[in-house]
């Protein structure tokens, strides 16, 4: 009932600062320095050779499109108001369509010289990982296609942000450096889609994240092109079996999921981590009584080298584990009696790709991937081998964009 | 940099010049002694993720001037500083 209430109450929140924000964005006649809205649109193309990745056709697709508005409005000295709407279309990446980004109101709790605190009310972005508030902004990460170790893309609708209140503590100074502490707790609606793509079509009950709490602390030292990070994510799921008839059964789920990382910005070198270690608790779902608790295991490195001002070149190594006291997948395989491979235990992929600025809002992106194991591939409960029949498999991806 | 305030509590509206602009290119590196992308990827992520207001980016030298002009509390940089009258200049020496 409270959960309930809770919910209800957060959409409500969230269609009043829709209605506001599209009134801000239409009332252009305000101070230029008191509203300001900007957006992107980036469409490509992708093609995958030797999974469903995208598609389960393996031709090349053009769904590669994301679109995004936003508006930003100072109601007062202290308080702002923040939306954007994006529309998404990554194939079976993720649900396809257009949804509420952000919606948020944005409340400068303190600040002086050194300190600055503000608190998040409403649906804001994940801030916590390296590229995880920047991952739908084309033009904002590192690449088209994002490690997915870190960035899974089936589980982008719940990592991306979620509803409720986030803090942001930041402290400056010529001594220590600048300091970012991030604390976010709220839940994430789960559409049909989503559910689908993480469980698979065949469960028919319901699923609903009763709760997310994430830190993150980033630190820069004084005058250091180097800052580091840490992160911990702890959040439960509850499936509720479907009682007109369900493969599956009522399950809790847990996860729990720490993050390292560091990046380097030099002048014409940019290189960047980030290390991760997860606890996936599952108790009930494929019969009352399964319970596992296994600890994946993941990384990438990235470097990227700016020829000139125009071209820049990336290359990256990742590697996911689902389960590190079986990084080879045999025990998967001997689990499933076969029907699930050792490959779906693990994901490896090297990717080169270049960027180049036409202007300093117009960028033409490409890349290219050979990846081995398909642990990263969608539904993650019920693996689908018969259309993922192919260990090493390869994608490239090039995309236009343009922002303002 | 994180100042969003002047000492009498007026907003600092900070003013640039597109990112592959010659000028904003050496403001970047020589006064803030820091890279272009470095800007952007900061600066990005306040205005696409909601965390904040980034600088608001003109086109030419010409109208950075005439918006600070325009606009309490303003800052920007330029090269040269004739036709300067209502605004403050603050000559940054190496």
């Given at each position: 009932m409270l959960c309930k209430l809770k919910s209800k109450t957060i959409e409500n929140l969230l269609y009043v600062l829709s209605a506001l924000l599209s009134f801000v964005v239409v009332n252009?006649?305000?101070a230029e320095q008191d509203l300001h809205y900007h957006g992107f649109i980036a469409q490509g193309v992708i093609d995958v050779n030797g999974s469903n990745f995208v598609n389960d056709n393996g031709e090349v697709s053009s769904k590669l499109t994301e679109l995004g508005i936003n508006g930003s409005y100072q109601l007062s000295a202290n308080l702002r108001l923040a939306g954007q709407i994006v529309y998404l279309n990554g194939g079976n990446r993720f649900a396809e369509g257009l949804r509420v980004d952000y919606a948020l109101l944005d409340w400068s709790v303190y600040k002086n010289s050194n300190w600055q605190a503000n608190l998040f009310l409403g649906r804001f972005k994940n801030?916590?990982?390296?590229y995880s508030s920047s991952r739908d902004i084309p033009f904002a990460r590192p690449s088209i296609i994002l490690p997915q170790s870190v960035y899974f893309d089936g589980f982008r609708d719940i990592a991306v942000g979620a509803d409720g209140a986030a803090i942001k503590i930041s402290r400056s100074d010529d001594y220590y450096g600048n300091f970012d502490f991030n604390f976010s707790y709220g839940t994430s609606p789960i559409s049909d889609k989503q559910a689908d793509i993480i469980l698979s079509t065949d469960a028919k009950g319901d699923v609903k994240q009763d709760s997310d709490i994430q830190i993150s602390l980033y630190w820069q030292p004084t005058f250091s092109s180097w800052r580091f990070g840490v992160s911990y994510l702890d959040t439960v799921f509850k499936y509720q079996e479907n009682?007109?008839?369900?493969?599956f059964f009522d399950a809790d789920f847990s996860f729990q999921f720490y993050t390292v990382n560091a990046l380097y910005e030099g002048e014409s070198w940019e290189f960047s981590g980030e290390v991760f270690q997860e606890v996936f608790s599952t108790e009930?779902?494929?019969?009352?009584?399964f319970n596992s608790e296994p600890t994946g295991q993941g990384m990438y490195v990235q470097s990227r080298y700016k020829i000139n001002r125009e071209l820049t070149l990336l290359a990256r190594y990742e590697r996911f584990y689902s389960d590190k006291n079986d990084k080879d997948g045999k025990k998967l395989e001997q689990e499933t009696n076969g029907t699930v491979p050792a490959y779906f235990a693990y994901q490896k992929d090297t990717t080169i790709g270049l960027s180049y600025d036409f202007s300093s809002n117009f960028r033409l992106r490409f890349e290219y991937h050979w990846l081995q194991g398909?642990?990263?591939?969608?539904p993650v409960v019920l693996p689908n081998p018969e259309v993922n029949n192919s260990k090493n498999w390869q994608l490239w991806a090039m995309q236009l964009m343009y922002w303002f | 940099m994180r100042q969003t305030q002047w000492a009498n509590g007026l907003r600092i509206t900070a003013y640039v010049l597109p990112r592959q602009h010659s000028i904003h290119l050496r403001f970047t590196k020589d006064k803030l002694q820091m890279f272009p992308y470095q800007l952007d990827r900061i600066w990005n992520k306040l205005t696409y993720s909601g965390l904040g207001v980034a600088p608001i980016t003109v086109n030419t030298p010409e109208e950075l001037i005439s918006a600070i002009r325009k606009t309490p509390g303003a800052i920007g940089y330029v090269e040269n500083t004739k036709d300067m009258e209502a605004v403050n200049v603050v000559q940054i020496e190496k």
């Open positions: 252009i006649e305000a801030n916590h990982w390296l009682s007109l008839g369900d493969r009930g779902f494929y019969v009352p009584t398909t642990g990263r591939l969608t | -």
